[in-house]
């Protein structure tokens, strides 16, 4: 159980860095760096 | 046998559990009240505010007595604690060995409170005052005190099966996320659809919201000590995981981290961590806030689908939130964390998941009965709905007569 509950975060926190923001505009922004 | 003593520290975290419940409906008042447009928000929260008012007294009349008083048949209490006679300020040992009576039954009253409210949200910028008043009345009677009879009363038959339910994920979230779904397909469509007009007080409500909870659930183990404290810190955790989970999904989904997801994520995990809150541990509340964050996002997606107006999504965060909550229960459940509990599925159990599923069949086939003959009755009689013009004027000018903007 241990396991699946530091791996279901660790999987939001991939997303946040990977998912790209989609603008007003509809346009696609790739998150950058900070 | 020696006989029951109250211990003050159990006392002292029932009542002020008690009041951390009460202002959860308030609360949800301003959760709902950012949701619906600025001509209606003024009623959304009234109704909250009145169901406070409406539940308090009828429970000290006859709503207790129904939900906890001397067993019928498993099926209700009778009426020997009619006006509260004979609920006293000693302990009562099937409820509270440790603390006054009368604290037991008010830290009830506030989840025979909030349960109603809840149901306001599927109806709301729509409803009739009258009709909300007496739905208010007969759905409390009718529905919640039998149920809460049922999995919580002495004798109850769900309780006597071994239904686990720690804080009202059947009695509370299941019961009134189905009635809100049958409520919402009777009073029909709203005829305009409006946006929230205030999602940072929407944020306010869920946080109110989210504080009250601490009382709800860490409250209901009616002591002071070691499971109240892991009931307090899996609700925290279960909502802060769905709250994260539901915002990510609707940013894969929409391409934005919605902030009004999130709170309504916060929300939902608080509500399937109820009936597990005193009998799983941490990593599996982390499980339970995100299969609700999934599992609420996609029944929420269903109901432009289903063609049915349950404005504030109480189905989708109340009804499928709290049965992944009462189901996840028979899951994760361990003895480990509460004795007098049963282990789970994965600890061993599948019996209970059975259970579970018992529990949660019957709590949505009676509520969904008795509510859709309720909602008749009132729509035959005092009538259900604003006429076409008070709708489009507003049920805070057309109902109440005020405002809540002048500008």
């Given amino acids: 159980m241990e396991f699946l509950a530091f791996a279901s975060f660790l999987a939001l926190v991939i997303a946040w860095i990977a998912l790209p923001v989609r603008t007003p505009a509809g346009e696609i922004e790739e998150q950058k760096a900070a | ?407």
């Fill in chain 2, 1 to 407: 046998m020696t006989p029951p003593t109250i211990n003050t520290g159990d006392t002292s975290w029932l009542l002020m559990s008690t009041a951390l419940v009460m202002l959860m409906t308030p609360g949800l008042g301003f959760f709902y009240g950012g949701l619906v447009g600025r001509k209606n928000v003024l009623s959304t929260i009234l109704h909250s505010f009145l169901v406070l008012c409406l539940i308090s007294v009828q429970w000290v009349l006859w709503g207790y007595t129904l939900a906890f008083g001397p067993d019928v048949g498993g099926v209700i209490g009778n009426l020997d604690w009619l006006g509260l006679r004979g609920v006293t300020t000693q302990p009562n040992p099937d409820y509270g060995a440790t603390v006054p009576h009368q604290a037991f039954m008010a830290f009830q009253m506030m989840f025979a409170v909030i349960t109603p409210a809840l149901i306001t949200g599927a109806f709301a910028e729509r409803v009739r005052f009258k009709a909300f008043v007496l739905f208010t009345l007969l759905w409390a009677t009718f529905v919640y005190d039998p149920i809460a009879h049922w999995v919580w009363g002495t004798g109850g038959w769900l309780r006597t099966l071994g239904a686990l339910d720690f804080a009202g994920g059947t009695v509370v979230h299941v019961s009134s996320g189905v009635s809100a779904l049958v409520a919402a397909l009777l009073i029909g469509r709203r005829r305009t659809h409006s946006e929230p007009h205030d999602a940072t007080m929407t944020v306010l409500g869920a946080a109110l919201l989210w504080f009250g909870w601490f009382g709800f659930n860490a409250g209901s183990a009616i002591a002071a000590g070691e499971l109240s404290t892991s009931a307090f810190v899996v609700t925290n955790t279960a909502a802060a995981m769905a709250a994260l989970t539901f915002m990510t999904v609707s940013w894969i989904h929409r391409g934005q981290p919605s902030a009004l997801g999130a709170t309504i994520g916060a929300v939902a995990g608080l509500v399937a961590i109820t009936p597990a809150s005193g009998f799983v541990d941490v990593p599996a509340s982390i499980i339970i806030g995100l299969g609700v964050g999934i599992f609420v996002y996609l029944a929420m997606q269903l109901r432009p689908r289903l063609k049915i107006d349950d404005a504030l999504d109480v189905w989708a965060c109340h009804g499928i939130g709290g049965t992944w909550g009462a189901i996840a229960t028979g899951l994760f459940a361990t003895t480990a964390i509460n004795a007098a509990g049963q282990n789970g599925l994965f600890n061993g159990n599948p019996g209970q998941l059975a259970i579970q599923l018992i529990a949660v069949a019957a709590t949505w086939v009676y509520a969904i009965v008795v509510t859709a003959v309720i909602v008749k009755v009132i729509d035959l009689t005092v009538g259900l709905r604003v006429r076409e013009h008070e709708e489009a004027l507003g049920l805070d000018a057309s109902q109440h007569g005020e405002v809540a903007y002048q500008h």
